[in-house]
């Protein structure tokens, strides 16, 4: 099985590739993402942080969703501020502002074309991963004083992931 890839692991800052078909492969990294996130009690993985540079996410808010080649249409203008943290970035939590809901286009595991509005928490998760497709991380999206206040964590993170 795959392992998580931590902060300074260049994979996680890349900008993920499009899936082009939906074959075996796909579905396996699917599976793997599962898999791993419920084994580390996540509630969304993205495929960069298992060193997938594709677009692929998963999240759980209730019911396993996969996310392939997601596009986030609209998002809306109102906000909320709520704590995330992130299975890359382990045991750092800060509070980020993200829209309230937003519209995705994706592929689910089955290959239909879906087109939803999510709100709330799951909105969160799913900016959160989508993220994760462009190479941003959460900690790009909090207040430059808890950026500077969590520094040191950060450094030992980066200093352990480039230990593996
Ligand atoms: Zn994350």
New binding site residues.
């Given amino acids: 099985m795959r392992k998580i890839r931590l902060l300074g692991d260049p994979v996680l800052r890349r900008r993920s590739k499009e899936v082009e078909a939906l074959d075996e492969s796909v579905e396996s990294i699917v599976e793997e993402l599962f898999q791993i996130m419920y084994s580390e009690d996540?509630v969304?993985?993205?495929a960069p942080?298992i060193g997938v540079s594709l677009r692929i996410f998963a999240i759980d808010d209730g019911k396993p969703m996969a996310f392939v080649n997601p596009k986030i249409l609209w998002r809306s203008e109102d906000t909320n501020i709520g704590e995330?943290?992130?299975?890359?970035?382990p045991d750092v939590f800060e509070d980020v502002e993200r829209s309230n809901s937003v519209v995705v286009e994706y592929l689910d595991f089955k290959g239909n074309v879906a087109k939803k509005q999510f709100s709330g928490y799951t909105a969160r998760v799913i900016q959160?991963?989508y993220?994760?497709l462009d190479g941003v991380?959460?900690i790009d999206r909090i207040a430059p004083n808890r950026r500077i206040a969590i520094r040191e964590k950060l450094i030992s993170i980066i200093r352990e992931a480039n230990r593996k």
């Fill in positions: 996540g969304g993985l993205a942080q995330e943290g992130c299975l890359s970035i959160h991963e993220d994760h991380l959460f």
